[in-house]
Protein backbone atom coordinates (compact mmCIF):
# COMPACT_ATOMS: atom_id res chain seq x y z
CA UNK A 1 0.00 0.00 0.00
CA UNK A 2 1.10 3.12 -0.92
CA UNK A 3 -0.85 6.32 -0.27
CA UNK A 4 -0.88 8.66 -3.29
CA UNK A 5 -0.68 12.20 -3.58
CA UNK A 6 -4.32 12.60 -3.98
CA UNK A 7 -4.59 10.79 -0.46
CA UNK A 8 -2.03 13.23 1.31
CA UNK A 9 -3.01 16.55 0.16
CA UNK A 10 -6.95 15.67 1.08
CA UNK A 11 -5.29 14.76 4.85
CA UNK A 12 -3.11 18.01 4.59
CA UNK A 13 -6.33 20.16 3.21
CA UNK A 14 -8.41 19.00 6.11
CA UNK A 15 -5.97 19.66 8.78
CA UNK A 16 -6.00 23.17 7.13
CA UNK A 17 -9.38 23.85 7.20
CA UNK A 18 -9.12 21.64 10.86
CA UNK A 19 -6.45 24.54 12.26
CA UNK A 20 -7.93 27.80 10.70
CA UNK A 21 -11.25 27.29 10.03
CA UNK A 22 -13.30 26.96 13.04
CA UNK A 23 -17.17 28.10 12.19
CA UNK A 24 -16.27 30.19 9.16
CA UNK A 25 -15.53 29.22 5.01
CA UNK A 26 -12.29 29.12 3.88
CA UNK A 27 -11.34 30.17 0.39
CA UNK A 28 -9.31 27.72 -1.81
CA UNK A 29 -7.02 30.34 -2.43
CA UNK A 30 -5.92 30.76 1.19
CA UNK A 31 -5.77 26.80 1.59
CA UNK A 32 -3.31 27.10 -1.58
CA UNK A 33 -1.03 29.46 -0.40
CA UNK A 34 -0.96 27.74 2.99
CA UNK A 35 -0.31 24.82 1.91
CA UNK A 36 1.94 25.06 -1.52
CA UNK A 37 -0.31 23.27 -3.78
CA UNK A 38 -2.58 24.30 -6.78
CA UNK A 39 -6.31 25.32 -6.83
CA UNK A 40 -6.64 22.95 -9.71
CA UNK A 41 -5.23 19.68 -8.01
CA UNK A 42 -7.49 20.36 -4.99
CA UNK A 43 -10.44 20.87 -6.92
CA UNK A 44 -10.31 17.07 -8.19
CA UNK A 45 -9.95 16.33 -4.28
CA UNK A 46 -12.71 18.17 -3.45
CA UNK A 47 -15.48 16.33 -5.08
CA UNK A 48 -14.45 12.96 -2.73
CA UNK A 49 -14.59 14.70 0.51
CA UNK A 50 -17.76 16.74 -0.40
CA UNK A 51 -19.73 13.65 -1.45
CA UNK A 52 -18.65 11.79 1.51
CA UNK A 53 -20.31 14.80 3.63
CA UNK A 54 -16.81 15.86 5.07
CA UNK A 55 -17.15 19.09 4.30
CA UNK A 56 -19.95 22.12 3.93
CA UNK A 57 -19.54 23.99 1.17
CA UNK A 58 -20.94 27.36 0.66
CA UNK A 59 -20.41 29.40 -3.01
CA UNK A 60 -19.98 33.37 -3.51
CA UNK A 61 -17.87 35.89 -2.35
CA UNK A 62 -17.45 34.66 1.12
CA UNK A 63 -17.75 31.60 0.51
CA UNK A 64 -15.44 28.59 0.74
CA UNK A 65 -15.19 25.40 2.57
CA UNK A 66 -15.42 24.20 6.31
CA UNK A 67 -15.33 20.62 8.07
CA UNK A 68 -18.53 19.61 9.07
CA UNK A 69 -18.02 18.21 12.52
CA UNK A 70 -14.96 18.77 14.88
CA UNK A 71 -11.83 18.06 13.70
CA UNK A 72 -12.29 15.41 16.65
CA UNK A 73 -14.67 13.56 14.66
CA UNK A 74 -12.22 12.58 11.44
CA UNK A 75 -10.16 9.74 11.31
CA UNK A 76 -6.96 9.64 9.07
CA UNK A 77 -7.92 6.11 8.34
CA UNK A 78 -11.66 7.14 7.14
CA UNK A 79 -10.31 10.58 4.99
CA UNK A 80 -7.95 8.23 3.43
CA UNK A 81 -10.35 5.93 2.50
CA UNK A 82 -12.69 8.42 1.06
CA UNK A 83 -9.73 9.73 -0.97
CA UNK A 84 -7.56 6.88 -1.74
CA UNK A 85 -10.25 3.72 -1.69
CA UNK A 86 -8.78 0.63 0.05
CA UNK A 87 -5.73 0.63 2.84
CA UNK A 88 -5.22 -3.08 2.15
CA UNK A 89 -1.58 -4.36 1.89
CA UNK A 90 -3.22 -6.71 -0.75
CA UNK A 91 -5.74 -7.31 -3.38
CA UNK A 92 -7.41 -10.21 -2.09
CA UNK A 93 -8.42 -8.18 1.19
CA UNK A 94 -9.73 -5.22 -0.57
CA UNK A 95 -13.18 -6.05 -0.52
CA UNK A 96 -15.85 -7.35 1.45
CA UNK A 97 -14.86 -11.12 0.35
CA UNK A 98 -12.09 -12.28 -0.75
CA UNK A 99 -12.44 -13.40 -4.28
CA UNK A 100 -8.92 -15.15 -4.09
CA UNK A 101 -9.44 -18.53 -5.18
CA UNK A 102 -6.21 -19.79 -2.93
CA UNK A 103 -7.57 -18.27 0.34
CA UNK A 104 -8.55 -21.54 2.14
CA UNK A 105 -4.69 -22.85 1.35
CA UNK A 106 -2.95 -19.50 1.63
CA UNK A 107 -0.11 -19.49 4.24
CA UNK A 108 0.55 -16.00 3.93
CA UNK A 109 -3.53 -14.72 4.30
CA UNK A 110 -3.14 -14.24 7.80
CA UNK A 111 0.06 -11.99 8.02
CA UNK A 112 -1.85 -9.73 5.34
CA UNK A 113 -5.17 -9.70 7.29
CA UNK A 114 -2.98 -9.14 10.49
CA UNK A 115 -1.26 -6.39 8.66
CA UNK A 116 -4.41 -5.10 6.79
CA UNK A 117 -6.00 -4.28 10.87
CA UNK A 118 -2.90 -2.85 12.02
CA UNK A 119 -2.74 -0.53 9.32
CA UNK A 120 -6.75 0.32 10.08
CA UNK A 121 -6.43 0.72 13.65
CA UNK A 122 -4.01 2.62 13.48
CA UNK A 123 -5.07 5.18 11.30
CA UNK A 124 -8.94 4.99 12.83
CA UNK A 125 -6.94 5.54 16.12
CA UNK A 126 -5.53 9.45 14.83
CA UNK A 127 -8.14 11.94 14.46
CA UNK A 128 -7.46 15.60 12.75
CA UNK A 129 -7.85 16.76 16.53
CA UNK A 130 -4.88 15.15 16.88
CA UNK A 131 -2.67 16.24 14.27
CA UNK A 132 -3.64 19.61 15.31
CA UNK A 133 -2.23 19.34 18.65
CA UNK A 134 0.52 17.93 17.90
CA UNK A 135 1.12 20.24 15.08
CA UNK A 136 0.53 22.78 17.18
CA UNK A 137 3.06 21.10 20.24
CA UNK A 138 5.97 21.20 18.15
CA UNK A 139 5.39 24.66 16.46
CA UNK A 140 5.22 26.05 20.19
CA UNK A 141 8.62 23.81 20.86
CA UNK A 142 10.18 25.79 17.83
CA UNK A 143 9.19 29.01 18.89
CA UNK A 144 6.93 29.92 16.25
Known sequence: MIISTRGRYALRLMLDLAEHGGDEYISL????????FSIKYMEQILPALNSSKMLDTKAGRHGGY??????????????????????????CLEGDENPCERQADCATLPVWAKLDEIINDYLDGITLEDLVSQHADKRKAAGV
Open 66 to 91: KLSQKPSEYTLGEILRVTEGSLAPVA
Open 29 to 36: QDIAERQD
